[in-house]
C-alpha cells in the first residue's frame, strides 16, 4: 500500500532527463491526500511540470523549499511496484527516472498549468523598482491576471524574476489554473428519486393533470430504477434538463452526477467461444506452465510453436487458470489494428473481464480502460507495447505474443523493448512469463539454450493440415528465360490461376507500398528525390503524387524532367499498386483487393479488409508485410512472395533474421484449413540462409547459422550495443559532432579504463538525411552490459557538455533495432 499521512516534503520526479528527484513541500492542505506514486504539479524554472511523488518524508537538510502546487487526482497513479519497474527501465535504457514514468502513464496525464497573480493590498509597503511598479499598476486596475496576461499588458521584459520577486515579499499571492483536457474522469447527470416524497393520491392526480410530463418521469423513478440517466429520461419522456431541474426544486428527485467509461468497440470472433480440448503437444506445454504458475515463482517460457500449433488456445487455457488462481494477466500483441483476430479471440473468450490499450483509442476511452484495470474491474488487460505498463494489481501471467516482432521496441525515448519490460515485470512480482512465436527472436532462443527462458515446444499444426510445401523460384533463371521486368514468375501465375480457378484463396505479398519506387528521366539520369529526406519519392497512382516514405511529404506527379525537361520519364521498379493493377489484368475474373498503409489508414481499415477476406469476397490480396500477421483464414491455400529479397540487403545486423521471420510467417497463412497449401517465394538469392531456411521450415537451421554469424562479428546477444546519434540541419554541424562524438566516446572509455569496448562508426545513417536532419550514428559493443550502461551515460553527459550549440541533437538507443 502506497504510504499515507500527514507527510511535510515530497520528493518528485520529473520528466526532464536529469535522473533525479527534488524535495518539495506539502501546502498543510494537501498533506492528508498526499501518496507515493501521485501525480503532482510542481513549479520548477519558473515553469508549472507534471511529475510524480516517489517518496514522503518528515524532515529535510534543505534550507530553501518551494512548494508543490496541486495534487490532481484522488488515487496515485503507480503502485510502489510500478515504481521500481520504471527504475529498473530508467536504469537499464539510460532515461530518467521521471521520463519512464512519463512513458508509463497513461496519455493525458501531462496537464498544462498556469499561475494566476493576485495583488495584496495590504502587503505594499517599502520601495519598489520600476518594473514592480508596473505589475502592481497592472493588477490593481485589472484584478488578477496570469503571466502571459500581464505580458500582454506591460511587456515580458524581466517579468517572471519581478514576479517571483514580489510573491517573495507576499505582496502577490499565485493561485494554480490547471488546464482541462487530457485524460480526465467523464461523468453524465442522472437523477434519483427523493423516497420521502411520495405525494398522496389526490395530489399525485393534480400533479398529472397540471405537469404530465413531471409526473410521468416521477412515475417511472418510483415504480422502475429509482436512478437513470438523465439522457434516458429525455429519450423516454420527451423531457429537458429544465423540467428535470424543476422537478428537483420541487423536492422530487435529486440531480447527480456520475462518472462513466468511454468503451473502446471491440470485434469479437465467436468462433473462438469454444474451448478446444488441447491436443498432447499442447497439453504438455500447458502443465509446464500451470506448474509454474502454482508456485508464485518467476519463470519466462519461450513457446515456439510453428503456425498454426495452436499456441493462442494454450494462452487462453493458462489465462483462465491464473484467474482461477486469483492473479491477473497480461497479453501483449504486436499491434492491435494489424490482429483483430487474435484479440477477438480474448474477447470472445473472457468477454467482460479484458480491458484494452493501444495508440488506436482516444485519450479519454485509454484512460477509463486503464482506470478499469486499476481499479481491479478487469482482470485481464490486451494491447500493443504500452500495455505492459497496464496498472492491473496483481499480474500472475504476462504473455508476449509474436514476441519476434519488432513493434515492441519503442521508436523514441526511452527506447524501450515491451518483451524485456515483459521479462522484467514478471521478474519482480513473481509471475510467469509466457513468450510465444514460431520465429522466435535470436535473443530469445539463445536465452532457451542458455536455460535463462524455458523452452516449450509445438512441432505440429493443431488442426489436421500440415506446413505448406515452399517452393523457390530462380529469379535469375527466369529474368533470363523470360526477360524484361516481371511481377509474376510463370510458375507463381500458373498456381494463381489454378487456385482462383479452384475457388480458393491465395495471398501475394511484396513489401514495399506505392505504384513505383523510382521516377528516372531516362535521357539525363534526374531522378525525383525528397526534398527532406536523402532518398527517392514513391510514386503513388492514386492522387497522382510523389510521396516520401520517411517525412510523407507530397508533390505532383512530374510531367518532365526536373533538369532536362525531357519527357516522357519511366516509372521503375514495382509496388503494391503496379502489382495490384498487374494481377487485375493477368486474372480478369479474380477480385483482387490490396492491402497496405494506403488502403487501411483510418480507423478499422485492417478490419475491414481482412473482413471481406474471411467472407470470401476476395480471391487475391495483395499486400506488405501487414499480411503475414498472425491471420488464420482457412480458405488460403496460396501463398506467393514476389520478391524476398527486398530485407536482405539492409544495412542491419538482424537483416537476414528479420527476412526469415517474414518469410516464415507468410508462409505460415497458406493450408491452414483442411486442404494442404503450397508456397512459392520469387528470390534472386536462392541459396541464402535465410531463404533456404524458410525454404524448409528449419528454424534451428537458420538459428545455427545466424548464431554462428552473431559470434563471429560479436553482434547481440554476445555483446551488449549502444547506438549514439546526432543529428542537425545543418550538414557542417552535423559530422563535426560526429567526430566530436567519437572523441568524447573514446575518452570515457579511456577514463573508465575500458578494456575491449568496440567503436563501430561514426558513420552516415543509412538514410544519411531524413526530414532535414543530417544523421550521423556511432554504436560500442561491450561483452558487458554494465560497461555498455556506464559508458552510455558517460558519454551522454560529456558529450552534453561539449556540444555547444542546440542546433545539434543526441540521442541514445540501448539495444538498437534497425540502424536508422
Ligand atoms: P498459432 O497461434 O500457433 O499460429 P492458432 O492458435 O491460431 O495457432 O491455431 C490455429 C488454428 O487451430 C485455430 O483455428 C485454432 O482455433 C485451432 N486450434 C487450436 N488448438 C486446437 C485444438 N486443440 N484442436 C483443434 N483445433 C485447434
Ligand atoms: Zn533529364
Ligand atoms: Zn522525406
Partial sequence: MPAKGAYAYAEIVVSTPLDRAFTYAI?????????????????MRNQMKTGYIVALSNTTDLEE?????????????????????????????????????????????????????????????????????????????????????????????ALSNTLQALVRRGVLTAETILQQGGASIRTETWVRLVEDAVPDTENLLRFQRRAPKQAAVY????????????????????????????????????????????????????????????????????????????????????????????????????????????????????????????????????????????SGLGVGERYDEWRRAQRGEVRIVVGARSAIFAPLPNVGIIVVDEEHDHSYKQGEAPRYHARDVAVMRAKMNQAVCVLGSATPSIESYYNSEKKKFTRLSLLNRATSGTLPDVQLIDMRIETKEVGGKIVLSRTLEEAVKERVAAHEQVILLLNRRGYAPFVLCPQCGWVAECPNCNVSMTYHQNGA??????????????????????????????????????????????????????????????????????????????????????????????????????????????????????????AGRAGRGNRPGEVHIQTFRPKHYAVQAAHHHDYAAFYEKEIHYRHSAGYPPFRRMANFAVESEDPLLAERHAVLLHRVTREQIQALSYQGVEILGPSPAAVSRVKKKYRWQLAVLSRSAKRINHLTRAVRDAFGTACETRQVQFKIDLDPYGMY
Fill in 27 to 43: 501546502p498543510d492542505a494537501l498533506r492528508e491526500r498526499a501518496m507515493i506514486g501521485m501525480r503532482a504539479i510542481v513549479p
Fill in 65 to 157: 523549499i518551494r512548494l508543490l502546487l496541486d495534487l490532481p487526482d484522488e488515487q496515485p497513479v503507480f503502485s510502489q511496484s510500478m515504481l521500481e519497474l520504471c527504475r529498473w527501465m530508467a536504469d537499464y535504457y539510460c532515461c530518467s527516472w521521471g521520463e519512464a514514468l512519463q512513458c508509463a502513464a497513461p496519455p493525458g496525464m501531462r496537464v498544462g498549468a498556469k499561475m494566476r497573480y493576485h495583488l495584496q493590498q495590504d502587503r505594499l509597503e517599502g520601495r519598489f523598482s520600476e518594473r514592480q511598479k508596473k505589475v502592481i499598476a497592472a493588477l490593481y486596475s485589472r484584478g488578477a491576471l496570469t503571466e502571459g496576461q500581464l505580458a500582454k499588458e506591460i511587456g515580458r521584459t
Fill in 219 to 358: 412515475l417511472d423513478l418510483l415504480h422502475g430504477e429509482p436512478e437513470r440517466a438523465a439522457t434516458t429520461m429525455y429519450e423516454k419522456h420527451g423531457v429537458n434538463a429544465t423540467i428535470l431541474r424543476t422537478l428537483e426544486k420541487r423536492g422530487f428527485i435529486t440531480r447527480f452526477e456520475k462518472e462513466f467509461y468511454r468503451t473502446p468497440e471491440l470485434s469479437k470472433d465467436n468462433r473462438a467461444t469454444k474451448k478446444h480440448p488441447l491436443n498432447p503437444d499442447q497439453q504438455a506445454a500447458y502443465e509446464r506452465i500451470v506448474a509454474a504458475m502454482e508456485t508464485d515463482e518467476y519463470k519466462t517460457f519461450l513457446l515456439h510453436g510453428i503456425t498454426g500449433s495452436g499456441k493462442t488456445e494454450v494462452y487462453l487455457q493458462a489465462i483462465e487458470r491464473m484467474l482461477a488462481l486469483g492473479r491477473d494477466a497480461i497479453i501483449l500483441v504486436p499491434e492491435i489494428s494489424l490482429t483483430p483476430q487474435t484479440v477477438g479471440r480474448f474477447f470472445a473468450r473472457f468477454k467482460e473481464d479484458i480491458a484494452v490499450l493501444h
Fill in 545 to 666: 503524387l510523389l510521396r516520401c516514405h520517411y517525412c510523407d511529404t507530397t508533390a505532383p506527379k512530374p510531367v518532365v524532367c526536373g533538369k532536362c525537361h525531357f519527357n516522357p520519364l519511366v516509372y521503375l521498379g514495382t509496388g503494391t499498386q503496379k502489382a495490384e493493377e498487374y494481377l487485375m489484368r493477368a486474372f480478369p475474373g479474380a477480385r483482387v483487393a490490396r492491402m497496405d498503409a494506403d488502403t487501411t489508414a483510418g480507423k478499422g481499415g485492417h478490419a475491414k479488409i481482412l473482413g471481406r477476406f474471411a467472407a470470401g469476397e476476395i480471391d487475391i490480396l495483395i499486400g506488405t508485410q501487414m499480411l503475414a500477421k498472425g491471420h488464420d483464414y482457412p480458405g488460403v491455400t496460396l501463398v506467393g512472395v514476389i520478391n524476398a529479397d527486398t530485407g536482405l540487403s539492409m544495412p542491419d545486423f538482424r537483416a537476414a533474421e528479420q527476412s526469415f521471420q517474414l518469410l516464415t510467417q507468410v
